[in-house]
T-cell receptor, first 109, second 115 residues
């Protein structure tokens, strides 16, 4: 079993929809949780990070962490075609990142 | 500069040949990480450096892979006697400190194709 599980999709939604992306993990020692966005042929770029359980909002993006369920989510409101990318969750594991598989998201105009 | 520069962007090698990849971290960042991305986005940690010292090499296939970060030079990742399974995108990232809280900045990657 992988330490971090993420549905690879693909996920396709119409413009303006609310998108929900999720990851589960098995290592209860993880404390920092991140979401990266990766466009085709590019490196991942950090979108959001959250420490421990709770919510964090940044513009159209909201990150949620539920440590009791070992479950994290990223919500994108008013989705735009420019949000089309692969979204990767990542967590800290002993001074290195452990990534989920990534979810490929397409926002259709 | 404010970006992690990776060269070359693409590299094609015949099976058994050597491959060498380079990474110039952001100036002032003391941590460098190498990741391998294969098969539909699977990211595998290879090695990390704190300045020129190996910090964590638990992900390195030691028999063929080696890496260095020397002062005043780009960091490098070298694969001796490449195999077909080494075909992947290799990403380098740097951070001012090793803790993920400070965020890693990734380069655009080097796409290695072994034929």
């Amino acid at each position: 079993q992988k330490e971090v599980e993420q549905d690879p999709g693909p996920l396709s939604v119409p413009e303006g929809a609310i998108v929900s992306l999720n990851c589960t993990y098995s290592n209860s020692a993880f404390q920092y949780f991140m979401w990266y966005r990766q466009y085709s042929r590019k490196g991942p770029e950090l979108l959001m990070y959250t420490y421990s359980s709770g919510n964090k909002e940044d513009g159209r993006f909201t990150a949620q962490v539920d440590k009791s369920s070992k479950y994290i989510s990223l919500f994108i409101r008013d989705s735009q075609p420019s949000d089309s990318a692969t979204y990767l969750c990542a967590m800290n594991g002993a001074q290195k990142l452990v990534f989920g598989q990534g979810t490929r998201l397409t926002i259709n105009p | 500069g404010e970006e992690v520069a990776q060269t070359p962007k693409h590299l094609v090698r015949g099976e058994g040949q050597k491959a060498k990849l380079y990474c110039a971290p952001i100036k002032g960042h003391s941590y460098v990480f190498w990741y391998q991305q294969v098969l539909k986005n699977e990211f595998k940690f290879l090695i990390s450096f704190q300045n020129e010292n190996v910090f964590d090499e638990t992900g390195m296939p030691k028999e063929r892979f080696s890496a260095k970060c020397l002062p005043n030079s780009p960091c490098s990742l070298e694969i001796q006697a490449t195999k077909l399974e080494d075909s992947a995108v290799y990403f380098c990232a740097s951070s001012p400190r090793g803790h993920p809280n400070y965020g890693y900045t990734f380069g655009s990657g080097t796409r290695l194709t072994v034929v």
